[in-house]
């Protein structure tokens, strides 16, 4: 197992060269503690706990993984004195309100901790990284009552919190959940039920875990327009605010699972359970999606994640393993080999995990700054601007980070040849645990239908429009820039070309709904690579300008501007494919019929 190295020029570089943190945070109300001396201490301490206490749990989780007994499940060895160690750290409060125990930080700033967290072990990340989501809800939607019983105890890390939204026969479609929450008289609700897939759902490290819960009320109205939203607490409350006697929670069974063995995936059952009703009656989804927004900026660190940490291993490895010589010439004469660092086809992968790391960290500390300006910002208009832009964004950040970046950790198995394979490494635990994220918080299917359908089509493409302005300012400023030319033409004829594409599938989605399904994924996919494409000429040209000034790190900027010129010339034309692919009608998939599937 890789050990995990928190990259801390590079996020330093994306906070502060690129979106300059130190501006952003001055600018939002109630942030004034964000100084960079303060930010700069935060993140090197949170780098230490990464690298000295989740990472060598990391293969320990995937070894052991959750033990299930009708006491409860017991996580693995060393997750739960972490977990304490984090308590003790005042991690959970990052963050979080000030009124209910907070820090009052900035949300991005708990962003770049999560990334660090859950690169050095996203099954031990899990289980704070959901109660962040639960808290938000809370914030949001709970009342005073509320806030005080269950938000100060999550804040402070003495409780978790979960979401509960699938059932086995629904899945993502929830309007069709069964779920039923029968009025009690004393304002209660009876809350019966199960869930499945409930991440960190039932576990050791706290004495209370505040589950989340969608169910319906009686009379409610069918489908998505009927769910309402519950606080359902593995134990009730006490008089003195501690966790007192059991509610009618249980974990009946905890899955077998590909990866993330650290994190118990739980099936739990409400068998006439206690809860309380958030926000209007059948309105949950609605409450729900704050929770669901967070989780899936949360997902999409775990496609980070997995690009960094194997990007990781295999570049020290690359490093030391000697294995035939250059076709240049020998590089290593004295050894017997060469490091296969040298071979062109080992820097194409390398090269590829390095572009992918770097460009999701920008990403998504963007989609970060946006979110602090949807909360704190100053001023109407910077709070509409922003919104609109973190709803285009988030499902892009989802799903085309999640799979390239499980592609990126392919290759970083890939690189270790046939010892890739092999437990030991960690790769393979490196690939089985970013699986799950083109999956769960909605699979890369849902994500692009949400993208073109709900955030571009329906609103005439003025999300999409309100980007590739900025994209088109950018190479506006820039086109006379010799040394950015390689950058500035090809995303200049593509900033324009994302918008021909759009109206093209719009157009035909007007005589045809099923080609909004049919052109969906490659649109997303296109989409995220055009969005990288101008994170990463953005990026060229600091690079290029310190290295103008002259600077000391002649080497980190010269290597950022060669990874840039990487992936226009060998990653950005997958574009070509996917603008093809999302053209070619949705005849080609729906024409046959469905008896003419079978063997």
């Not at 035939?324 to 590829?352: C, F, Q, W, Y």
Request: charged share 20%; with cysteine.
């Amino acid at each position: 197992m890789p050990e995990y190295k928190a990259p801390l020029r590079d996020i330093k570089f994306v906070m502060n060269e690129l979106l300059d943190s130190e501006a952003h945070y001055a600018s939002l109300e109630g942030a004034e503690d964000a100084t960079p001396d303060m930010v700069d201490a935060i993140v090197q301490e949170g780098a230490k706990f990464a690298e000295q206490v989740l990472s060598p749990l990391n293969a320990v989780g995937d070894n052991e993984g959750c033990t299930w007994s009708e006491d409860g499940v017991k996580t693995p060895t060393g997750f739960k004195e972490a977990y304490n160690q984090y308590v003790e750290g005042g991690w959970p409060s990052l963050a979080a309100d000030p009124n209910y125990g907070g820090q009052g930080l900035p949300n991005s700033l708990g962003i770049v901790m999560s990334e660090m967290n859950g690169t050095a072990n996203w099954s031990w990340g899990m289980y704070p990284g959901l109660s962040h989501g639960a808290i938000n809800t809370l914030e949001a939607h709970g009342t005073e009552e509320q806030k005080q019983t269950y938000l100060t105890k999550m804040i402070s890390g003495e409780w978790t919190g979960t979401m509960c939204l699938t059932e086995a026969h629904c899945g993502s479609d929830l309007g069709t959940l069964r779920s039923k929450a029968e009025p009690n008289s004393d304002g209660s609700y009876s809350i019966t039920g199960t869930k499945i897939f409930i991440s960190a759902g039932e576990h050791d490290m706290t004495d209370n875990i505040v589950h989340i819960v969608l169910a319906r009320l009686p009379g409610a109205p069918s489908g998505t327009k009927g769910i309402s939203l519950f606080i359902v607490p593995k134990c009730l409350p006490a008089a003195d605010g501690s966790a007192g006697d059991r509610n009618a929670v249980s974990c009946g069974s905890i899955e077998h699972k590909m990866g993330i063995h650290g994190n118990a995936t739980c099936v739990m059952n409400f068998d006439g359970a206690k809860g309380w009703l958030i926000g209007p009656e059948n309105r949950g989804l609605n409450c729900m999606f704050t929770f669901m927004n967070v989780a899936r900026i949360g997902t999409a660190i775990q496609g980070l994640g997995a690009a960094e940490l194997g990007f990781q291993g295999s570049l020290a490895y690359a490093k030391d393993r000697l294995a035939m010589r250059s076709l240049s010439g020998p590089k290593n004469p004295e050894g017997i080999a060469d490091p296969i660092i040298v071979h062109p086809d080992v820097r194409r992968m390398l090269l590829t995990q390095k572009a992918v790391a770097e460009g999701a960290r920008a990403l998504i500390y963007l989609t970060a700054q946006k979110a602090d300006i949807l909360d704190r910002g100053k001023t109407d208009e910077e709070r509409k601007e922003a919104d609109e832009t973190l709803g285009f964004l988030t499902p892009i950040a989802k799903a085309f980070l999640t799979e390239i970046g499980y592609e990126a950790a392919n290759l970083g198995m890939q690189v270790f040849g046939g010892h890739g394979y092999i437990s030991e490494w960690g790769m393979e635990q490196n690939v089985r645990d970013a699986r799950i994220g083109m999956i769960y918080e909605g699979t890369t299917g849902i994500q692009a239908l949400d993208l073109l359908g709900r955030k571009v089509l329906m609103t005439q493409g003025e999300s999409l429009k309100g980007f590739t302005k900025q994209v088109h300012k950018f190479c506006k400023e820039n086109a006379d820039n010799e040394q950015m030319k390689p950058f500035i033409e090809p995303l200049a004829e593509l900033n324009k070309e994302w918008g021909d594409l759009t109206m093209k599938v719009g157009m035909t989605a007007m005589k045809n709904r099923e080609e909004v399904g049919s052109a969906s994924v490659d649109y997303l996919m296109y989409s995220g690579y055009a969005v990288f494409a101008y994170l990463w000429a953005r990026m060229a040209k600091i690079a290029q300008d310190k290295l103008a000034e002259g600077t000391s790190e002649e080497m980190f900027y010269t290597a950022k501007v060669q990874t840039a010129r990487f992936y226009f010339t060998r990653m950005l034309p997958r574009t070509k494919g996917h603008a093809v692919s999302m053209m070619a009608g949705a005849d080609t998939l729906l024409d046959m019929p469905e008896d003419a599937f079978a063997l």
